[in-house]
């Protein structure tokens, strides 16, 4: 599969490209050659039912240039609705496979988000793991907009091809957007709290939960202040159901 014939399949009004890492990659590399900014988005159940919601997120999403699937809700969703996805993909696993190809690429990267101290912290743990890599800035994401030129300026004057900018749904998805034809990297992600981990504030689940879909298990046994959060997969894979039988009547 070529990145110029990506599938894309919607649900619940969200559109998402069904792609794997690989036909992911070969996207971005694309996208590389381009010019101007291309937005890539990671939308997880979570994501897709506060669009449902949010007009200006589901546009963001939904005006990406690459709508990378997040997580096992996602992918059962996609089986509900009869197009399957080709298996679970992580929106963390695609920005560290980024990550790898810009140390391999000598490609600048700028960290944006987290708490101050956090994008700074992840910086050190980066270039630790990928020897080589240019981190051109790091800044936090306790910003408003009336700051953003400022930090719009602070990432270009960088000189950085990749953005990555943590700051949470639907902030980041929508600062993304709004600020495409502003930003002069090649490729903005949005990467939610992974920031957070690469800083070694957060941890992620043990491999053999992730293999089993079962990272929203740990975060519920880690983290049990989001349990309000995890209780979206059933309400929405539920959705879904609704939705699908909707179709049929």
């Given at each position: 599969?070529?990145?110029?014939?990506?599938?894309?399949?919607?649900?619940?009004?969200?559109?998402?490209?069904?792609?794997?890492?690989?036909?992911?990659?070969?996207?971005?590399?694309?996208?590389?050659?381009?010019?101007?900014?291309?937005?890539?988005?990671?939308?997880?159940?979570?994501?897709?039912?506060?669009?449902?919601?949010?007009?200006?997120?589901?546009?963001?999403?939904?005006?990406?240039?690459?709508?990378?699937?997040?997580?096992?809700?996602?992918?059962?969703?996609?089986?509900?609705?009869?197009?399957?996805?080709?298996?679970?993909?992580?929106?963390?696993?695609?920005?560290?496979?980024?990550?790898?190809?810009?140390?391999?690429?000598?490609?600048?990267?700028?960290?944006?988000?987290?708490?101050?101290?956090?994008?700074?912290?992840?910086?050190?743990?980066?270039?630790?793991?990928?020897?080589g890599i240019i981190?051109?800035?790091?800044?936090?994401?306790?910003?408003?907009?009336?700051?953003?030129?400022?930090?719009?300026?602070?990432?270009?004057?960088?000189?950085?091809?990749?953005?990555?900018?943590?700051?949470?749904a639907p902030k980041?998805?929508?600062?993304?957007?709004?600020?495409?034809?502003?930003?002069?990297?090649?490729?903005?992600?949005?990467?939610?709290?992974?920031?957070?981990?690469?800083?070694?504030?957060?941890?992620?689940?043990?491999?053999?939960?992730?293999?089993?879909?079962?990272?929203?298990?740990?975060?519920?046994?880690?983290?049990?202040?989001?349990?309000?959060?995890?209780?979206?997969?059933?309400?929405?894979?539920?959705?879904?159901?609704?939705?699908?039988?909707?179709?049929?009547?």
């Amino acid at each position: 599969m070529t990145s110029a014939c990506i599938q894309k399949i919607k649900i619940l009004g969200t559109i998402l490209d069904r792609v794997d890492y690989d036909g992911a990659l070969r996207k971005i590399e694309g996208f590389l050659k381009n010019s101007g900014t291309a937005v890539i988005v990671t939308p997880n159940a979570e994501i897709i039912m506060a669009a449902k919601k949010n007009e200006a997120l589901k546009g963001a999403v939904n005006g990406a240039d690459l709508r990378f699937p997040d997580g096992i809700g996602v992918m059962l969703a996609s089986r509900i609705i009869g197009n399957p996805l080709f298996g679970r993909t992580a929106g963390f696993d695609l920005m560290m496979k980024m990550l790898e190809m810009a140390a391999r690429r000598n490609l600048s990267v700028f960290l944006l988000g987290g708490k101050p101290g956090v994008a700074e912290d992840a910086a050190s743990n980066i270039k630790a793991r990928f020897p080589g890599i240019i981190i051109a800035g790091a800044h936090h994401g306790y910003f408003d907009e009336s700051s953003e030129g400022r930090i719009i300026e602070m990432i270009n004057g960088s000189g950085a091809r990749i953005l990555l900018v943590a700051m949470g749904a639907p902030k980041q998805e929508i600062f993304m957007i709004r600020n495409r034809e502003k930003l002069k990297c090649s490729v903005a992600m949005g990467v939610g709290g992974s920031l957070d981990v690469l800083a070694g504030r957060v941890h992620r689940a043990p491999v053999f939960m992730q293999k089993a879909g079962l990272e929203w298990l740990y975060r519920l046994v880690t983290q049990p202040k989001r349990i309000k959060r995890m209780s979206v997969l059933p309400l929405f894979l539920v959705e879904v159901m609704l939705d699908r039988f909707r179709q049929f009547k």
